[in-house]
């Protein structure tokens, strides 16, 4: 499973479009995917600032959500000014999601696969070692 915080900040003027664009993203998304477990967008305190919090029964369907038509098919650049993802594990008995991990991709994953996780790598935090 993979759960991931995505922190992003949005160009000044923007945020109707960006609104826009996360709607239509969460639409899309739930239609199309079916390994989606989270997928909610939240407008933060500082101004143009906004929260994603994405959770996947694996880190295969994130990477193929990242690398969907939809996903692509959006001009992200021209609204966003930042964007910082934090991948999270869930505390046990303090929330229902799985355990975020990072399996190795497979021998015959695709290219694709391939590409998006050498963009979005998972990175396991020592300090998460032990503590489910």
Same mark, same amino acid.
């Given at each position: 499973?993979? $759960?991931?915080? +995505?922190?992003?900040? !949005?160009? /000044?003027?923007?945020?109707? %479009?960006? %609104? +826009?664009?996360?709607? @239509?993203? !969460? ?11 989270? #997928? ?10 906004? #929260?994603? =919090?994405? *959770? ?13 038509? #939809?996903?692509?098919?959006? @001009?992200?650049?021209?609204? &966003?000014?930042?964007?910082?993802? %934090? #991948?999270? @594990?869930?505390?046990?008995?303090? *929330? =229902?999601?799985? /355990? $975020?991990?990072? /399996?190795? &991709?497979?021998?015959?994953? *695709? ?5 998006? %996780?050498?963009?979005?790598?998972? *990175?396991?935090?020592?300090?998460? !070692?032990?503590?489910?």
């Amino acid at each position: 499973m993979a $759960t991931i915080l +995505a922190h992003l900040e !949005v160009h /000044p003027g923007k945020e109707a %479009e960006w %609104e +826009a664009i996360m709607a @239509d993203m !969460v639409r899309q998304t739930f239609e199309q995917e079916q390994q989606v477990l989270r #997928y909610e967008y939240f407008k933060g305190q500082e101004p143009l600032h906004y #929260y994603c =919090l994405l *959770s996947f029964e694996d880190k295969w369907a994130f990477y193929l959500h990242q690398a969907s038509d #939809y996903h692509e098919g959006h @001009d992200f650049e021209s609204v &966003l000014a930042n964007v910082e993802l %934090e #991948y999270l @594990d869930p505390v046990k008995g303090a *929330s =229902l999601l799985p /355990p $975020t991990e990072n /399996p190795p &991709l497979p021998d015959d994953a *695709s290219e694709t696969l391939r590409n998006t %996780e050498q963009v979005f790598p998972i *990175s396991i935090p020592g300090w998460w !070692v032990g503590r489910a």
